[in-house]
């Protein structure tokens, strides 16, 4: 065993020996502390050794590895970065953003010095090869900066100038770079192609490198720029015959690069091992295929160069090429200065939240054992807590198609995680509001927060919005107040979302059509401003993916997408009809209605941010605008507000609806009627902050899971659903007598707050999909597995006959 590895081995084997010791010293406490302290110990012992002793998911076994080692450089090298303060440059910022560590004052520091060092920007000329400019491009873009506007200068425009006659050859790289790590118009992208072009031919034909003053680098920088344009002709081929041309001219068996007969120095073996892992090759192997050949990401750990005795810039690129080789070994393609390249780090961010979600499990463990105030029972609570922050963001990133989009989800699921700790109190457990974007059924339910909280079930159709309300909770367990003007409103026309309230081409990030009112997109309206382009704009949510961002706000645009006026009678309009409930938060179906049918309507009914409607006959429907059409609106000299149902949730917060986004009808044929809203909303109280909670589509009306009533006996069964390793969600449920395994499963998909999906009905029954985790296509493996206390039935869930006390396991098959 070499000496490196026998030291962590070493290094591992103590640590376990010092946690049990102290778990040794809670031993002499009282009694109570004694058996709480060794509970704890077998939930660490099952956790981190795949041991029974305790129930919930297991973590491996924690082994030495080269990327455990690649994450203890980069922490290191970011800790390093973060003590310059004030110093901070672009470079710095741009390590800053990968490693998660940058704060509010970082990103100002860098822009503060981007201002001052970047020639143009401080009023000088082109500098020296370009350099300024390609770390300006890259810090401005890693802090969420335009880099077409900054202080009303147009950084790209000048470097676009540039590349149209390149003042040197490491002009064309650098100019090549700092123009893909994003759109930034036609004059860049042709910029793009021509500086492309020129680099390919660039190469020598007979080598495959790059001549340049330094050829290791030079040829370095070529890769790096062109892993950022695969999508251009010809930079496949000729990056497959450099990497194989930099195995046989570079490559040195101790797994640096140097020219044949020259000197290899540590600048170089970082920035060919950032280019390589840029383009694809997997730089925590060797290149060759020969034991005593050393990996590129070896050489760069053995040089230590993050010590402050280096310079500022090695310690920059040699953090960036170990964060680009993290990346790549994740699953991430292409390079990480792609800022916006469709799709490409969603692979590696997905890895990185589930490594984060591992990481948090095995601090709460073992700060649990120190701890004698934290029980078992609150230890797992928090651990579930992680599943469940885990699951919504895992369904999140899937969604995602962009980059900045997969970077930004992950970056905040991990911030949900670090905030995760281990209650005293006897805690509460969590429900997060999953993510649901296909097109079949939807249960959806908030737990209620009191006995006079009930939970709401879905009643609506394709792309339209659930009736669960949206929570604030916190940390501390004390509301949290909500943005003002926060409603729900749909769009009438085509409208742009942008990252940002500069409303420009490279901060628009979708663009939704003009659709038919059944099929409108939904946003939550968080908050209303004036952007400095002097428009009047809304911050919002895409209520369907979970998007933020900023559109252009008013009339034109946007209208509410619930009734709140006098309406007295209503057509429904969904292709699929809607449902009628004996409850105003849509439980207790009655019936369903089929479309075009008519019903006169009472009142209608505030329920947070989604109103109902009371019909004559005493039941609720939604009054969701896409479901339904109102045919008679009572006049009246004023607005109307909504009246509040008796039975309310816990909490309360101000909503007011944007302004001048709707307009008034009194017929079937046009419009709708939009009035003030400044009713309460529900805001449970959660004891850990889910940012971004999203509102769930509901495509089809479904019919009441079995549940118990007063007369009627019931029976307990326990339910435990399992996807990525991870528990989504695990307890007990009382059902009917005779009910199904599938009607368990719907009572507790409503009790716990997840999407659940379905097909057929009765022996037919077959779970399509729960929060997110959908069955693959027929003839795959990929699915929902159930079995019935330790053995699948050979039968449908619908079709199986539940017995008191049985135990149903559901676990996600890939």
Partial sequence: MKRKQFLYWFSIVLGIFLIFSSGGNSSRADAASRADAASRADVASAYNYGLTKAKGPKINSEVYTVSDAVDSAISAELAEIAQKGPKIDAWDATCLVFGDRITDSQAQYAYESILKNNDFLSGGSQGLNGISDVSAVNGLV????DPTNVNGKNLVANIVKDANNPASDYSI??????LSTGSYGQA???ARTSLTKKLIGMQDQKTGLWNGFDKVDYTARAILALSMNTNQPGVADALNTAVKAVSNHFYQKNGGFAEMHGAENAYNDVTMTNALASAGVNVYAPLKDKTDYVAPVQRVLDQHLFSAGNSAMLIQQATLALEQARFTSKGGKGSIFAFNQTDAAKPGEIVNIKDAAIAKKRS????SISDPQATAAAVNDAINLVDKILVTYLSKLRADSTSSAAIADR?????ELNNVTVSHAAPATPVTPPTVTNNNVTVVNNPASSSSASSSSSATSTSSSSSVPISTPTVSGKPVKKASHRSIVYALTTVKLYRSSNFTKSNLTKTYKKRARINRPMFLVISQQTNKQGHA??????MNSGKTGYTLSGSKYFAHAYYSAKVTRIKVINPKGINEYGKVNLTSKKRHVKKNASLSVRKVVNYGLYNRMQLTNGRYITANKKLILATKIKKSSQNTRPSTPTAT????????????????ATTATTGTTTTTNNSPSATPTLPVALTNPVALTNPVALTNPVTPSNDAKTITTTISIHADGATIASGSIKVSSGASAFDALQAFAQQQGLALTYKGSGATTYVTGINGYNAGPA????GWLYSVNGTEPGSSMGAYTLKDGDSISMTYNK
């Fill in 173 to 178: 790289v650098n100019d090549l770079e700092a």
């Fill in 411 to 415: 970056a905040a699921g991990v911030k």
């Fill in 142 to 145: 890693a802090i969420g900066k």
């Fill in 188 to 190: 860049s992208e042709t």
């Fill in 537 to 542: 704009i809304y911050r919002v949510k895409d």
């Fill in 779 to 782: 003839g795959t493996m990929t």
């Fill in 364 to 367: 709460i463990i073992r700060s």
């Fill in 649 to 664: 949730t816990t909490g309360t917060s101000t909503s007011t609806p944007p302004t001048n986004s709707g307009s008034t």
